[in-house]
Every structure is written in C-alpha cells, then in structure tokens.
C-alpha cells in the first residue's frame, strides 16, 4: 500500500470498501499522516509522528488517553508499551482479551487459583476423553484438529456441545465422585452438590435444548474415563454469564480430581498468539499490588495504583468524551467491539488516535482530529537492531514460551519493529523518562532481562528460550497447589439455570456471532466457509429449519435482524436466510458484521466481556427475491 495508492484513494473512499478489500490492498509501507484537507493518508517522517504525537499527549492527563492492545504484540513489545504507559501515569488497558477470554482470566482464579489452562499437549496423549464445548477448531483452531484427528484415530471419545453442527467434528456408573481429591483439594462441595440436587432437569432441558437422555450418555462417558481434557473457546465465555459457565467448566473437572494429573485439565483455546502472554507481561487495567511495587523498585518509575479501563469502559469513556486519545499496538479495536453505531463515530470523536499495524483497517480509516498509522515489521520478518538479528517470544494457550526470529525482507526499508515504535513513542512523550529507551531495543535480551526482574516464572528467561521448544511458566494446580485464598480449588454455586436475559415473545431467537473458515478474528482473507458450504459471501443467517417454518420464512429469504432487548434499537438489514443444522430458537451470523446487534452493556458484570454469543433478536420479511445462493442444510 504505497503512498501513490493513498493519495489517488480518499479515506472515505476507503471506508465504503469491504474489510476483506481492505485486506487485499496489502502491506503498509510508510508511516502516515491523516491530511484532513485532502482526506487522504499522506507519509510522514517517523521523528515528526512521534514528535507530534507526544507532543499533545503531554497535553493530555494521562487517564484521558486509551492503551489498546492485540494479541498479536510480543511479550517484549507489550512489556514496554505497559511501562510506558505506566510511566505516562495510566492503567487504561483496553485489551483484545477482554472481548474474548476475560472470562476465564477472572473465573479460573476463583476455582483454581490462576487464570490459565492446566493442560499441556502431553496430556493429549494420555488422555481418554475430550469434552469439547464451545468452539470450532475446523476454522478458529486449526492446529487442534490434527491433534483431535489423533485422538479419534486412537478411539478416544471426543464429546461436542456446540449450537452449530460443525463438519469438521462430525465424525454402569457406580460412584464416580472422587471424594479423595475432594475432601484434601478442594472446598464448597457440599454446598455444590446441594445446589445441583435442586435443580429440576425439566429446567436443564429447557434451557439448554438437550434431553437428559443425551446429557445422561455423556455423564456416563465422562464416568468411565480415567483421564478427561474439556476444552472450550467463546461459546463458553461471551454470554452474561461467561465466568460463570467457566467456573462450572472447573466444577466438572473438580468433581472426578480431573485437574493436575496426566491426560487431565482445563484447556481454554484462545485466538492470537499472544493474547494469554500480553496479560502475563502486565497488560491488565487491574494490576496486582505485587506487580506495581516490581515496576516501581527495578524501573525507578512511580505506577498509578487505581483500577484503569478495560475495552468496555474505554469504549464508554470515549462515547462520553472523557477519553481523549486511543493508542493501539495492533487490532482493530472498532470493528471488533460491540455496537457499532457508537464506537464508530466515537472513534471520530477522539483528539488522537494513533495504530501500529501491518494492513490497513477499518479502524484506522475511523479518523480523529489527528490520526497516526505507524507501520511496524511482521513476525517472519528480519529484525535488525543495533545488536544485530532479534528474536521476540509469545506464550501460547498452553503457556509454552517460545521464541520467533524472522528471516524474510521486510515489506518496505521504512517499516520498524513493534518494541521500536513503542520505544519512539515513549521517548517523545516522556523527555525526562527513567527509562533508557533506546538501550532496551538495541538488544531486546535487555528487554527480557527486565521482565525476569518484574515478573516471576521468566527465570532464565534469555537462557531458556534458546532451548528447542522454549520453556513452560509455572502452573501451581498442574501439581495440586492452589494459589486462592483458601489454598484449596473453590466449587462454585449460582442463583440457577435461569439466570439468562429472558426476553418474552415466541418470535424471539438468541443470536450467536461466529467465524467463517476464511477468517481469522477481524481479518478476512477470503468470503467463503467451506465447512458450512456458504461461498462468495458473508451477509447470511444461520438458521434452523422448523424455527423458519414457524415463522414463514424459506431458505434464500431476505430478513432484517433486530435485537430485542428493552432499550435498545439495533438493526442489521438485509441478510439472507440459510437452512442449517443448528440448535432451535438459535440463529447465527458472522462477526464482525453481526456486532451490529450487540449493546455495548450486553455483557458479563465480572468480567466485562460482551455477550456476542447470546443476543436477543427478532427477524422481519425484508424479500422473497432470492440471490444466487450457496450452503446449508
């Protein structure tokens, strides 16, 4: 994406482009500058967009100014963009994880004392079922079907619960409680247990849309086995009760010691590669006591001590105009929020908005008063710092770090690296900053030696990453040591299976946003979803055969979509309609397209995550005139 291309194309011009259009038009190559005049995007030196940029951030206070960051950033590249931000006098970190697995991040330590999973891919080997619930690893885990592939060759059962029938995973009980485990591990089972006996299975039916006799075969399924993984993804953790369903999730696995022995545990699957390494470097608008007092004693820095925002709450603060500026390392914060016909001209709204990113997005083209695009290198490609070729690390879902060096030509001489950019940015907004900035991203072992100092488990942290395979940070209930306040895994006990937003009417569907094949979160590559056999195009509405019979609608209908929620006055026009095998009284739709329909306070009060799993809709006849249309059934 040249600077010829942008000044010959307009932002709006840009704007009323596809997001898969947008994808095709390539890498960025230059920083750029939004020219208001021309409503173009025209270069900009990098000295001068930093300059400018900490310029009027020293103008602002800090807690008026938005840290954005994507799963995609490095642990070094987080590390210092949490410092800087810290240094600036901030804990507003809006993060990618709060839109997906927050859930998990604030349930897990409630039941087992870390808000991680305890599974390793060992495990996998030794395990003798999988329960999966949640997700569709055929498009948004791909490298989890070759080891479910495994399994079924093997013939260990792998258990689905899932709204959608996805292709890619069709393919005598005694007392099964173990009690040893219970009585020395954990604590609240009784009340648990007195919980569960209360509650009517003609309610678990109802509310889950499964019988008893189905639930029945996979309680007995899950009694035989020795060993049993449960993975689960979104489907679990975007609802209004998401830390809920991930507390019931440890429940389970508690109930027969299925936590911290081989082939056993709790595997939260989530996107980014990076997404679960960010928060264990310091992104978190909620940062422990512990953490602040490491920061303040290795860096010579004084951290804010109050709570800053998570993306919620900074959408909100830049809606009402307490937010001022919006500083993303990645992502594509707009389109991946709910509701969109506030977050867009929020973004519009703002003083400055500044994004490092490989591509052009939507987000960027969503322009403030002053807009910044700070291209940066990609991971396969060769970083080359003072020191000589760098190396960056993530932590996967597994907690496995491991290091990534990249060896291709970078896309343009003008792109700088992640940890560069945020180093240039700091240093031109804090020109008397404790830090020695550019010392770090000489070498970004110096950069990794700070983090073993500030966080523990990075121990060795230079010396273990040049090992095959990196190494693995502590997982306490992997060895049945539970960091809670109890030093014992906590069984948790809820108001119900009603606890759901109940909106009355029989027209009444609860909408599921999903991911198409050819998609990874924001990011579409192309507009087909082989698996569901929809091709060319994305404006379809998963839909269940008898629920459109009932309400006199036929496959290649055209309906608009509303959410029916009190207050609320969302629309999504024009889709069409595809008979599909998923569960009645759901309909699904694809994210991001669909976030249209989500309120932006739709969403769990633990953990803030948006429910983009369980909207209330109701659908309107917009035409009978079918276009060409490929899928479902």
């Known amino acids: 994406m040249t600077p010829a291309f942008l000044a010959a194309n307009t932002v709006s011009s840009l704007l009323a482009k596809s997001d898969f259009e947008l994808e095709g038009y390539g890498r ?24 400018r940029i900490g310029e009027i951030l ?22 210092l963009f949490q410092l800087f931000a810290r240094e600036y006098g901030t804990n507003n970190f809006p993060d990618c994880s709060n839109m997906c697995h927050e859930s998990t991040s604030v349930g897990l330590p409630q039941s087992i004392g870390i808000g991680k999973g305890t599974v390793s891919l060992d495990d996998f080997d030794q395990t003798e079922l999988v329960i999966s619930i949640g997700h569709n690893p055929g498009t948004n885990h791909p490298r989890m079907m070759g080891t479910l592939h495994e399994l ?14 996805e292709r890619a995973l069709e393919e005598e009980q005694g007392n099964v409680l173990d009690h040893a485990f219970i009585a020395q591990h954990t604590q609240g089972f009784t009340a648990f247990a007195d919980d569960l006996h209360a509650t009517r299975w003609q309610d678990i039916e109802q509310e889950s849309g499964l019988t008893r006799e189905s639930l029945t075969q996979v309680a007995a399924a899950y009694a035989k086995s020795r060993a049993t993984i449960v993975t689960y993804g979104m489907g679990i953790t975007q609802h209004n009760k998401g830390t809920s369903n991930v507390r019931l999730i440890a429940d389970l696995l508690l109930m027969r010691g299925n936590i911290g022995k081989p082939g056993a545990g709790i595997c939260p699957l989530r996107g ?19 953490f602040l007092d490491s920061l303040q004693r290795v860096m010579g820095i004084t951290p804010p001590r109050h709570h800053g925002h998570d993306a919620v709450k900074a959408l909100e603060a830049m809606i009402a105009g307490d937010a001022k500026a919006l500083i993303c390392l990645g992502g594509n914060f707009a389109v991946a929020m709910p509701d969109h016909e506030r977050a867009f001209p929020a973004m519009r709204g703002l003083e400055l908005s500044v994004h490092v990113g490989t591509k052009l997005n939507r987000s960027h083209l969503l322009t403030a008063k002053e807009t910044f695009i700070l291209p940066c290198l990609g991971r396969t490609e060769l970083d080359l710092q003072a020191s000589g070729r760098q190396s960056i690390t993530v932590e996967d879902s597994m907690s496995m770090v491991h290091a990534s060096s990249g060896k291709l030509k970078p896309a343009s001489p003008m792109l700088r690296s992640e940890p560069a950019i945020v180093a240039g940015l700091a ?3 804090l020109p008397a900053s404790k830090v020695d900035w550019q010392y770090l991203v000489e070498d970004y072992d110096r950069i990794r030696d700070l983090i073993e100092q500030t966080i523990p488990g990075f121990e060795d942290y230079n010396q273990r990453i040049r090992h095959p395979g990196g190494f693995r940070m502590p997982l306490p209930p992997t060895e049945r040591i539970w960091p809670t306040a109890t030093g014992k895994a906590m069984f948790s006990v809820f108001k119900g299976v009603h606890e759901n937003v109940v909106v009355e009417g029989e027209d009444v569907m609860r909408l599921v946003t999903l991911r198409s094949h050819d998609q990874y979160n924001t990011t579409i590559y192309a507009m087909d979803d082989r698996y569901r056999g929809v091709f060319g195009r994305r404006d379809v509405l998963f839909m269940n055969e008898q629920d459109m019979a009932a309400q006199g609608l036929e496959h290649g209908d055209r309906v608009d979509i509303h959410t029916a929620l009190p207050d609320s006055e969302l629309t999504l026009e024009d889709i069409t309609v595809v008979a599909y095998g998923i569960a009645p009284g759901t309909v699904g739709a694809y994210y991001p397209e669909a976030n249209v329909l989500v309120p932006l306070n739709y969403l769990d009060e633990e953990s803030g995550t948006p429910s983009y799993k369980s909207v209330p809709v109701r659908l309107t006849l917009r035409s009978k005139e079918i276009r060409p249309l490929a899928g479902g059934r």
């Open 28 to 51: 960025l190559t230059h920083p750029l500058v939004y020219d208001r005049d021309s409503d173009t995007l025209r270069p900009v030196a990098w000295e001068q967009a930093f300059a």
């Open 152 to 165: 079924s060759r093997r013939g260990v059962p792998i258990i689905v619960f899932n709204p959608l029938r």
């Open 58 to 79: 020293r103008g602002l206070q800090p807690d008026e100014v938005e840290f954005y960051t994507s799963g995609r950033a490095s642990n070094e590249a987080a590390w």
């Open 427 to 429: 240093k031109a907004t």
């Open 272 to 290: 980014h590669s990076n997404v679960q390494g960010n928060r264990t470097v310091g992104i978190s608008e909620k940062p422990s006591a512990a």
